[in-house]
């Protein structure tokens, strides 16, 4: 017995005495790996949060029946499986779902997929390798979810076929069989993605709808096999579990409240709102744990803790999973402005990054300088005017036109930096429950889709830019041709600047 197999025994044994912390560290050092596996085996599917908490429910409560403790990882690894294929089964029974249930879907540009490339900064042939699995058999997903954690050194292949509910033998067959398909996906990315496309490639693909599948997987790679040009695809490929060794795992979305008091921060990352159903949902990059009413207890824990939803694992509700987030949000949702402004918290699969910049930094000092005698001068811009100058010319060098500064925007802006430094709050989600999309609406603009940016702490219009380009979700916000129109306040405080960045589209 290893030392992480010894330490998961002793947390069993006390988990199993009635020690509640116990049962909240086993959560915190096995829910990743659960979201992981659910996460990947459902494509990011709305139902994912469900299935983990289920699982890790089950888990707890059936410790008792556990034989050998040391095992645990492999039981859980079990149960989660179960559960997924369970939902699937469910799914493939019921009827179609109507324009009711829409928003229970999955984004389809929010996959599982987009979630490890952004999260894990994936790039390269790795990158490659996550882009390839979308073109893998739906059958697949279940295999794949296992064995992409056991390429990165998070299960062994005993556990895989366990798993599997198959000899080891047999597993290691189906393995072969999806790995070979993996590798044809792998080198379709790469002939889609090749900067000079080959002629006979776009004729093929002349009809095709964009969306990766099992059946143009197989059309596309004929057309590589008797393609010299497109051969070269193939070339160079390094082996996929050589790519996957030693890689993170994507962090979860979920906070763990624990079943007794002490409950335990276990990830603070993406949260965003979903308007009525038939409207698209977008995620919030991090910055800072959320407030704790974002969870639904009323309660501010203060900075730097992680919000705790009330009652433990159990009192989690389907889309009330607590999820720190801030720095970042977006909505892109047509319709009435009446209806827009209904918005209701739900947790997403919004890409994110595991280690926000844009955190609190120390505020700093800037020396006006002084203008030379008996030379006129310009006025000097404003920080705010600073910091659309700064974004526009990323806008320009990304293709997109520059932001026009909106009054009204710029007051929304100006508005909530100061409640926020007034009620010593920070975050989204207003202490009245406004959103930014909310408070567009009350602040009179009419919006068709919106974005907002938050930065607290730096001291120059420069640091801030930058802090919210180098993390991907605020640059996806900042670089997004969408948006026409733009309001930024900043507004000093005790704890330095609060940056305030609206984004919007007006509704024409």
């Known amino acids: 017995m290893n030392s992480v197999e010894q330490r998961t025994a002793e947390l069993v044994e006390a988990a199993r005495a009635g020690d509640a912390r116990a049962g909240d560290d086993l959560v915190r050092a096995y829910l990743p790996l659960v979201y992981n596996i659910v996460g990947r085996a459902l494509d990011g599917h709305a139902d994912v949060d469900d299935i983990v908490q289920e699982t890790m429910v089950r888990a707890l409560d059936g410790l008792a029946g556990l034989r050998d403790p040391a095992r645990f990882r492999s039981w859980l690894v079990a149960i989660a499986m179960n559960r997924t294929r369970h939902r699937w089964q469910e ?66 292949r005993a ?65 590589l096999d008797t393609c010299p040009r497109c051969a070269t695809a193939r070339a160079d490929l390094a082996p996929a579990e050589g790519l996957l060794v030693g890689l993170a795992l994507v962090p979860p979305l979920l906070v763990w409240a624990g079943h007794g008091t002490g409950g335990a921060e276990v990830a603070t990352e993406t949260v965003a709102w979903a308007a009525e159903p038939g409207t698209p949902t977008a995620g919030a990059p991090p910055t800072e744990p959320a407030p704790a009413s974002w969870a639904g207890t009323g309660q501010d824990p203060g900075p730097g803790t992680a919000p705790v939803p009330a009652g433990g694992l159990r009192a989690w509700g389907a889309g009330a999973v607590a999820v720190g987030v801030l720095g970042a949000a977006v909505l892109l949702a047509p319709g009435d402005p009446v209806e827009r402004a209904r918005v209701r918290d739900r947790v997403v699969a ?52 520059p932001l026009r500064s909106d ?41 068709s889709a919106w974005a ?57």
Not at 117 to 126: A, E, F, H, K, S
Not at 481 to 490: I, K, P, W
Not at 493 to 498: A, E, H, I
């Open 159 to 223: 556990e895989l076929a366990a798993a599997l509910e198959l000899p080891t033998r047999h597993a290691a067959v189906r393995v072969q069989r999806m790995k070979a398909r993996l590798e044809t996906g792998r080198a379709v990315v790469r002939a889609l993605a090749a900067p000079a496309p080959c002629p006979g490639l776009a004729e093929t693909t002349a009809a095709w709808d964009g969306r990766p599948s099992p059946l143009w997987r197989k059309r596309l790679a004929r057309h």
């Open 91 to 156: 799914r493939r029974q019921a009827p179609q779902p109507g324009l009711d249930d829409a928003a229970a879907l999955a984004d389809p540009a929010g996959d599982f997929t987009d979630l490890a490339i952004l999260r894990l900064g994936l790039t390269g042939q790795r990158r490659e390798v996550a882009e390839a699995t979308r073109w893998l058999d739906e059958d697949d997903r279940e295999l794949l979810s296992l064995w992409w954690l056991e390429a990165a050194g998070e299960l062994t």
């Open 407 to 447: 009054p009204e925007l710029v007051a929304i802006a100006r508005a909530y930096g100061r409640d926020m430094v007034a009620r010593g709050h920070y975050g989204h989600h207003g202490p009245d429950g406004s959103d930014p999309g909310s408070r567009m609406t009350a602040g009179g603009y009419a919006w």
């Open 350 to 401: 919004a890409p994110t990054s595991p280690a926000p910049t844009t955190t609190t930094a120390p505020p700093t000092a800037s020396p006006t300088p002084s203008p030379r005698p008996g030379r006129s001068r310009a006025p000097e811009p404003s920080p705010e005017e600073r910091v659309n100058l700064l974004v526009n010319r990323h806008r320009a060098e990304a293709g997109c036109g």
């Open 452 to 508: 907002e940016n938050l930065a607290r702490g730096q001291g120059e219009p420069e640091s801030v830019v930058a802090d919210w380009m180098a993390d991907p979700p605020h640059r996806a916000n900042l670089l997004n041709c969408r948006y026409r129109e733009t309001g930024v306040a900043a507004v000093s405080g005790p704890d330095g600047t609060v940056w305030v960045q609206e984004l919007a589209t007006p509704l024409d």
